[in-house]
């Protein structure tokens, strides 16, 4: 089984030239894979989960990948589509609280080919997450040389400092945090009527039916995500939540 290509520790001036330079962008790194049948498989890099062993911290992310895949363009990449993996980083709280408005569950930034036995290079990758309509990690720049006094940019998803960038070059991967970045707690309220209405909307986009079990479920997995699941496994918070919840549904 092939592993998430990891954050080289090699000596920078590795990667002098000719390398793309990617945002760091705060998560976890996930993949997933389809089956024959179909069935979409979903991973973090330690191991894949059945559907019934998925963490909640997931759910967002593989919600979103079922919802927002093409696949008719995924089954024409290759005629073996089980046979590529595709990496990305499901982005959540961790560190930075971004604009969770605009910010995607999953961007990609890597293919690997069972049959070619490699990763797929740079802009071949790139040019797949976009004909399956999948978010790749947004590039800063390509085909470049990083020098000692490069400076790091703005991130594209918040209003504020890159948590850093990745440098790609031959399939291997050099990770550079950004010395300027300080973490930000997120401020917003936890739970409100705000957080639960915008879940119900996107459940109205999406035409799923607005009950109390559903909407209690994807509230949470909105709080794992931009909570880090700081407080969704005591008792009396979800208690809190589910009160707000159905005060949101009363006039519903």
Not at 44 to 69: A, G, L
Not at 98 to 112: C, L, Q, R
Request: proline share 4%; with cysteine; hydrophobic share 35%.
């Amino acid at each position: 089984m092939k592993s998430i290509p990891s954050v080289s520790e090699l000596e920078k001036n590795s990667f002098n030239d000719d390398v793309w330079v990617h945002e760091k962008v705060d998560g976890d790194e996930f993949r997933f894979k389809v089956e024959c049948s179909g069935r979409l498989i979903f991973g973090n890099n330690k191991k894949f989960f059945n559907d019934s062993q998925i963490p909640d911290k997931y759910e967002h992310t593989t919600r979103f990948i079922r919802s927002e895949v093409n696949r008719n363009s995924l089954y024409e990449l290759t005629n073996n589509i089980e046979n590529l993996v595709f990496f990305g980083k499901s982005v959540y709280l961790n560190s930075i609280n971004y604009d969770w408005e605009k910010t995607p569950s999953f961007m990609g930034h890597s293919i690997y080919s069972k049959d070619l036995d490699q990763f797929l290079p740079p802009d071949m990758t790139e040019h797949s997450f976009e004909r399956i309509e999948l978010p790749f990690l947004n590039v800063i720049e390509k085909d470049t040389n990083i020098s000692e006094d490069f400076e790091f940019p703005q991130s594209k998803w918040y209003d504020g400092p890159s948590f850093g960038v990745v440098l790609l070059k031959n399939g291997k991967r050099f990770s550079l945090d950004n010395p300027d970045f300080e973490p930000k707690s997120n401020s917003d309220d936890i739970i409100s009527q705000k957080r639960i209405s915008r879940v119900a909307n996107n459940m109205k986009q999406n035409d799923e039916k607005i009950k109390f079990d559903m909407l209690m479920k994807l509230v949470m997995v909105n709080i794992y995500r931009e909570m880090y699941g700081e407080f969704v496994d005591d008792s009396d918070f979800k208690s809190e939540v589910a009160s707000e919840v159905r005060k949101w549904l009363d006039p519903y």
